[in-house]
């Protein structure tokens, strides 16, 4: 199973609509990170959440990690064609090691 | 500033070959990653340096696989006897120090195993 489960797997959504991304662990997250990927390339790093209740937005994007710190979600308000793409979630579960692990991805469509 | 940089992109080889990945990473940053994607997954650990030693290689698959950081900056993937299932792409990504900060990654090489 899973150390880190994201939901839904997959996204096809209208330009112009808002989505949610979830990503959820059994364990505390000592650390949070979104990256997007587009198909071919690497993992470009949106945002880092470490505190419990933490909240932090770029641009239409916005992520937020839970009080317990074992869930985070990643919201897109007015989804655009360039938002498109694989997300991923990764996590430091074992505390300040530097070494994560990720959710398998969820891809997102937009369609204009 | 230049990001994180990796070569070849793209690797074609036969079961049996050798083959080496090479990770150029941010100048400064002292941590470096290395990670296995296989399609349709999120990154898997592999391995990590802080500075030139190995802090933590208990994600390589088994001891085929190798990765050494010589002078503390670029750092090689050495797969040896290549199998079909080594077939992924291989990312590497560095960080300012271990344990901490963000990670940057560079956009990857394909390995394909014939």
């Known amino acids: 199973s899973q150390e880190l489960e994201q939901s839904p797997q997959s996204l096809i959504v209208q330009e112009g609509k808002n989505l949610t991304i979830n990503c959820t662990s059994s364990?505390?997250?000592?650390?949070l990170y979104w990256y997007k990927q587009k198909y071919g390339e690497g993992l470009i790093f949106l945002m880092m959440?470490?505190?419990?209740?933490e909240e932090k937005s770029h641009e239409k994007i916005t992520a937020k990690l839970d009080e317990k710190k074992q869930q985070s979600s990643l919201h897109i308000t007015a989804s655009q064609p360039s938002h498109a793409g694989i997300y991923l979630c990764?996590?430091?579960?074992?505390?300040?090691?530097?070494?994560?692990?990720f959710g398998q991805g969820t891809t997102l469509q937009v369609k204009p | 500033g230049a990001g994180v940089s990796q070569t070849p992109s793209n690797k074609v080889t036969e079961k049996g070959k050798y083959v080496e990945l090479r990770c150029d990473p941010i100048?400064?940053?002292?941590?470096l990653y290395w990670y296995r994607q296989s399609l349709g997954q999120g990154p898997e650990f592999l391995i990590y340096?802080?500075?030139?030693?190995?802090?933590?290689d208990s994600g390589l698959p088994n001891d085929r696989f190798f990765a050494v950081r010589p002078e503390g900056s670029v750092s090689t993937l050495k797969i040896q006897r290549t199998e079909r299932g080594d077939s992924a792409v291989y990312l590497c990504?560095?960080?300012?120090?271990?344990?901490?900060?963000?990670?940057?990654f560079g956009p990857g090489t394909r390995l394909l195993v014939l």
């Open positions: 340096f802080q500075g030139t030693g190995a802090a933590d």
């Open positions: 959440l470490q505190k419990g209740g």
């Open positions: 990504a560095s960080s300012r120090g271990q344990g901490s900060g963000t990670q940057y």
């Open positions: 990764g996590a430091d579960i074992a505390g300040n090691t530097g070494k994560l692990i």
């Open positions: 364990k505390t997250l000592y650390g």
């Open positions: 100048s400064g940053h002292t941590a």
